[in-house]
C-alpha cells in the first residue's frame, strides 16, 4: 500500500506552502485518512484520542474548500471548552495563512460587543464554544445561511460537560445541506444517538488507539491520600522530566498542589476554570513556552494545550470518569515520542481503576513508590535541573509568523473602502505581488493588513506616500 503524502491530497499550492513552513511533512495516520474523505465531501464519524493530529485532518480540508470570495461563514467547528477554540481557531489561521483564510473564535467570558464586531467582517471559519455559538444565532449576530461545512470535535467531551443539547439546537438552525465530520475519542450512547439523527450515512473511521501505543508506559502507584503530595514529589525527582502535567479532581487540590509545589522550589504553574480567562491563556502560553516545567491542572482547564512533546502525564488523582483517562494520557506520547502516564492511587480511588483498563483494553502496572534511595540519588539531577531555565519550546506558528508584519491603516468600511481596493493598491508597489499580501480586516474606521514574506517594512514605507482609492492614510506597524 502506499503511503499517503500530502502531495498526494492535490491540496492547494498556498495550504502546501503553509504545511511545509509549519513543519508539516508526512500526514499522521488519522490524516491521512480523515483529508481524503472529506476533500469528497463525505460525512465522517471519526475515532481519534487527542494528540494524534486530529485538528489538522479537518483543518486542512475546511481550509482548501472554503471560497475566499465568500464574505459569510462557510464552515462552524464546536469545542468543548474555550481554550480549544482558541487553539483550533489559530491552528486553522497557520493552515489558511497563504489563503488569507479568515476564521474567528468565539466564546464565553469575553466580550460579546468584539466577538460581534469580528463577525460582521469578512469570516470563512467560526471556531466556538456550544453557549456562546448559540447566544450568537439567537441574536442574529453569526450569519448560518452559507455554512456548508460543521465539525463536532472532542463530542464526548461536550457530552461530560452537558452540552449536547445545545449542540442539537445548534445543529437545528444549520442549513440541512452541509457536510457533517464528528470527531470524538470515545462513543458513549448519547452520541451515537447525535450522530444517527443529524449525520447522512457516515463514513466511519476508526484510528488504533495510540494510548496503547508501545511507546507510551502506563503505571499505577497505591499511596495514601495524605502520601500523594509527598510521593507525587518524589516521582517528579527521580523521573525527572523536562516537562508534565498533572492532573487533579478539582479546582482547590490543583491550588493546594501548586503551592506545595512552588514552596518546595519546584517550577510549576496551574490551571483550572476557576482562573479569569486572561490568566488562564497566560499560563497556557508560558506552559507551552517551557516558562516553567509542571502544569498542576483539570480536567476542562487543559483541554486545547497542544504542545508537542510532554514526556509524562501524572494522575495525581485517579479520574472517576474513565474517559477522562484517555483524553488525560493523551497528552503524552504524542506524534511518535515516547511518554509516560503515572496515576497515584489512594485507597478509595481503587473503584475507578477497573473501567479504566476495560476502556484501554490492557491492566496498568502495578509498581512500587520510588524508594529513598532512588530518590536520594536522582536529587542532585532534580535540583539541577530545577536550578536551570527550561528550554525553550518553539512554537510551531513560530516559524510562519515570523516574516510577518500586520500594518495599521486609519480607515475603513465608512471611507467605502473595501479588501480589493487595498489588495490593488499594495499588490502595485514595487517588488510586491499578492501572494505577499496576507489576511484583510476591515473594520468601520480602521483597516489591518498582514503583509507576507518579510516585506512589510518595504510595504509600510511606500504606503507612506501611497493613496488608496484617492485617500491618504495614516499607516503604521499595528501593535498587536
Wanted: include cysteine; charge should be positive; glycine fraction near 6%.
Amino acid at each position: 500500500m502506499m503511503t499517503e503524502t500530502f502531495q498526494s491530497f492535490s491540496l492547494n499550492k498556498d495550504i502546501m506552502r503553509a504545511l511545509d513552513t509549519l513543519g508539516y511533512h508526512d500526514p499522521t495516520p488519522v490524516q491521512a485518512a480523515v483529508i481524503p474523505e472529506a476533500l469528497k465531501g463525505a460525512d465522517l464519524i471519526v475515532k481519534s484520542q487527542t494528540g494524534s493530529g486530529k485538528t489538522a485532518s479537518f483543518a486542512i480540508p475546511l481550509v482548501q474548500l472554503t471560497e475566499w470570495e465568500e464574505n459569510k461563514p462557510q464552515a462552524l467547528v464546536l469545542t468543548p471548552t474555550r481554550e480549544l477554540a482558541v487553539q483550533v481557531k489559530e491552528d486553522i489561521t497557520n493552515i489558511g495563512r497563504f489563503k488569507r483564510t479568515k476564521a474567528a473564535a468565539v466564546y464565553g467570558k469575553s466580550p460579546f460587543a468584539r466577538q460581534k464586531l469580528e463577525l460582521k467582517q469578512k469570516t470563512h471559519i467560526v471556531v466556538g464554544t456550544p453557549g456562546r455559538v448559540l447566544d450568537h444565532m439567537e441574536k442574529g449576530t453569526l450569519d448560518t445561511g452559507s455554512i456548508r461545512f460543521l465539525v463536532i470535535d472532542e463530542a464526548d467531551e461536550m457530552l461530560n460537560m452537558g452540552f449536547i443539547e445545545q449542540v442539537s439546537s445548534i445543529i437545528e438552525r444549520l442549513p440541512t445541506e452541509r457536510v457533517t465530520m464528528l470527531f470524538s475519542a470515545t462513543f458513549p450512547e448519547d452520541i451515537v444517538r447525535l450522530a444517527d439523527t443529524y449525520m447522512k450515512a457516515p463514513k466511519r473511521i476508526e484510528m488504533a488507539q495510540e494510548i496503547a501505543a508501545p511507546s507510551i508506559t502506563h503505571e499505577l502507584i497505591q499511596v495514601a491520600e495524605e502520601e500523594k503530595t509527598r510521593v507525587l514529589q518524589n516521582v517528579l525527582t527521580v523521573e525527572n522530566p523536562d516537562s508534565a502535567i498533572l492532573f487533579c479532581r478539582t479546582q482547590e487540590r490543583v491550588e493546594a498542589l501548586f503551592d506545595a509545589l512552588d514552596a518546595a522550589g519546584i517550577s510549576s504553574g496551574m490551571l483550572h476554570g476557576g482562573m479569569a480567562q486572561e490568566d488562564r491563556f497566560i499560563v497556557m502560553n508560558k506552559f507551552k513556552r517551557a516558562d516553567f516545567r509542571y502544569l498542576c491542572a483539570t480536567d476542562v482547564a487543559a483541554r486545547g494545550i497542544d504542545v508537542e512533546h510532554i514526556p509524562l502525564v501524572i494522575h495525581f488523582d485517579v479520574p472517576m470518569e474513565k474517559e477522562a483517562y484517555v483524553h488525560r494520557t493523551g497528552r503524552t506520547g504524542r506524534a511518535g515520542h515516547s511518554g509516560k502516564a503515572i496515576a497515584l492511587m489512594a485507597p478509595f480511588e481503587e473503584k475507578f481503576i477497573e473501567p479504566i483498563e476495560e476502556l484501554i483494553g490492557f491492566p496498568l502496572k502495578r509498581v512500587e513508590q520510588p524508594s529513598q534511595e532512588a530518590v536520594r540519588a536522582a536529587k542532585p539531577s532534580f535540583t539541577a535541573k530545577m536550578a536551570q531555565r527550561p528550554q525553550r519550546k518553539r512554537d510551531k506558528g513560530e516559524r510562519l509568523n515570523k516574516d510577518i508584519m500586520k500594518l495599521y491603516f486609519n480607515g475603513g468600511k465608512k471611507k467605502k473602502l473595501r479588501a480589493v481596493d487595498f489588495v490593488g493598491t499594495i499588490s502595485n508597489l514595487p517588488g510586491i505581488e499578492a501572494a505577499d499580501i496576507g489576511i484583510i480586516t476591515i473594520q468601520d474606521n480602521v483597516t489591518y493588513v498582514e503583509i507576507l514574506n518579510g516585506k512589510g517594512p518595504d510595504v509600510l514605507r511606500a504606503m507612506k506616500t501611497t493613496t488608496i482609492k484617492g485617500k491618504q492614510l495614516k499607516v503604521q506597524k499595528a501593535r498587536n
